[in-house]
């Protein structure tokens, strides 16, 4: 059994592809999970993931005629995040990226991170994000090309951090740059959504 975060992207934002946290909830239960709670309205799940409960997702996808050419290699987590993909699919009539980490990779991401100062001036300002797949080799080169004055980019734990020092509404760190420059879809969170999640994870987790 292993403790995991599960994040929606782009959900409740501007009214477009609501999710009700209510809604999500169960959605994660009828995907394996226990314990789910939610955290919030832009779709972060928290809840324990049996290692037999990955096989619900093999099952979903074979009911849905989608199957992997090498199923047993493919990760209980790549599994989850296709079973919640298909239920927000079969259930609210659209997809949206879901992404899976374990709380000791969330622990990770908290360790000791880059930007203190960003951390105690800006914690909203700094956000943390989670790629589908691992993150390319360039992404930092990428990334910084397009950083504006002030702003930061770094890699910590397998995960992306990036300061934006001046506020996101205007930066050209977009989340299309973020997915191209990452090689897969990216979704992020500011660093006390992090912080939270991570309490809700692990109660050590250090703030």
């Known amino acids: ?10 959900v409740n934002v501007s009214g477009h592809k609501k999710v009700p946290m209510a809604q999500l909830r169960q959605l994660a239960a009828l995907a394996g999970l226990t314990e789910v709670a939610t955290y919030i309205n832009s779709g972060n799940v928290v809840g324990t993931l049996a290692s037999g409960d990955a096989d619900a997702g093999r099952r979903r996808d074979k009911s849905q005629g989608r199957s992997s050419r090498r199923e047993r290699d493919v990760e209980p987590h790549a599994l989850l995040e296709r079973a919640v ?30 930007f203190a100062d960003a951390i105690a001036h800006h914690p909203n300002r700094l956000m943390l994000g989670l790629s589908q797949a691992p993150l390319a080799v360039d992404v930092l080169d990428a990334l910084r090309e397009r950083a504006g004055a002030g702003e930061r980019v770094a ?16 930066s050209k760190l977009t989340p299309n740059v973020l ?22 994870l692990h109660p ?4």
């Open 155 to 170: 890699v910590h734990g397998g995960a992306l951090l990036i300061d934006y020092a001046g506020g996101s509404a205007r």
């Open 1 to 10: 059994m292993s403790r995991v975060v599960v994040l929606l992207r782009g």
């Open 85 to 114: 993909e298909g239920l927000l699919h079969e259930h609210l009539g659209f997809s949206v990226p879901v992404i899976v980490r374990t709380a000791a990779a969330w622990a990770g991401y908290l360790e000791q991170p880059p």
């Open 179 to 200: 997915d191209r420059a990452a090689g897969s879809p990216v979704t992020t969170r500011n660093w006390r959504t992090a912080v939270k999640l991570g309490e809700l």
């Open 204 to 207: 050590s987790v250090p703030r």
